[in-house]
């Protein structure tokens, strides 16, 4: 079956250093994988896409990398900041139209940047 | 832009009741609308996918009698949870796709609604 792993444990990581979160999948070939960011309470907010022909892609302090032979993706944010703080999703989607592009979510990795 | 709200936010009701959820894209059209349910440290599970003017496509084991989806109009797709039960109270995520190049294949979410049943 598919399934999509990240970090199951909290990061914790002092401010201004890289946060690095990783999100592992078996079992499908994503056309594309998408990070989002949500705080408690409230929804996911979109960060990054990233393509299957695409190696890595970079926003402000954000930068995603795909490896499609190792079936892995990593998410950095450099220079962390305490507003950081938040779950981190890693989501995969397929270019399948009859799915209308459905989207799906690992757990998410807590990430805890302390000043 | 690409803003989804979600009405109510959140809403506690006794069991044997129905409740409506609305999830809205306020300034754009989507013809796509998916529904979340998020349980707590847990992953959001899709439930169904929203396609306007035809009917909810549900994922296994989501009952679509149980589960109603309306998607009359472009920018509002409705979630009814029927007869809701205890084990239903969970936080219910809405999002919309966009339909525009190049954030095609990106999802707008709402902040979501966190339903109690008592």
């Known amino acids: 079956s598919q399934k999509i792993e990240q970090n199951s444990e909290a990061l914790n990581i002092q401010e201004g250093k890289t946060a690095t979160l990783t999100c592992n999948y078996t079992?499908?070939?994503?056309?594309?994988l998408q990070w989002y960011r949500q705080d408690p309470g409230r929804g996911p907010v979109f960060l990054l896409l990233?393509?299957?022909?695409?190696k890595e892609k970079r926003k402000e302090r954000l930068k995603v990398t795909f490896d499609t032979t190792l079936k892995q993706s990593l998410f950095h944010i450099t220079a962390s900041q305490p507003a950081d703080s938040a779950t981190y999703l890693c989501a995969l989607g397929s270019s399948d139209s009859n799915s209308g592009y459905a989207l799906n979510f690992g757990k998410g990795t807590s990430l805890l940047v302390t000043p | 832009g690409a803003v989804v709200s979600q009405h109510p936010s959140r809403v506690i009701c006794k069991s044997g009741t129905s409740v409506k959820i609305e999830c809205r894209s306020l300034d754009f059209q989507a013809t796509t609308m998916f529904w979340y349910r998020q349980f707590p440290k847990q992953s959001l599970m899709l439930m169904a996918t929203?396609?306007?003017?035809?009917?909810?496509?549900?994922e296994q084991g989501v009952e679509k009698d149980k589960f109603l989806i309306n998607h009359a109009s472009l920018t509002l797709s409705t979630l009814t949870v029927t007869s809701a039960h205890p084990e239903d109270s969970s936080f219910y995520i809405c999002?919309?796709?966009?339909?525009?190049?190049?954030?095609?294949?990106?999802?707008?979410f709402g902040p979501g609604t966190r339903l109690t049943v008592l």
């Open positions: 929203s396609n306007e003017g035809s009917k909810a496509t549900y």
């Open positions: 999002s919309a796709r966009g339909n525009w190049e190049p954030l095609y294949n990106e999802q707008f």
């Open positions: 990233i393509r299957e022909n695409e």
């Open positions: 079992n499908y070939s994503p056309a594309y």
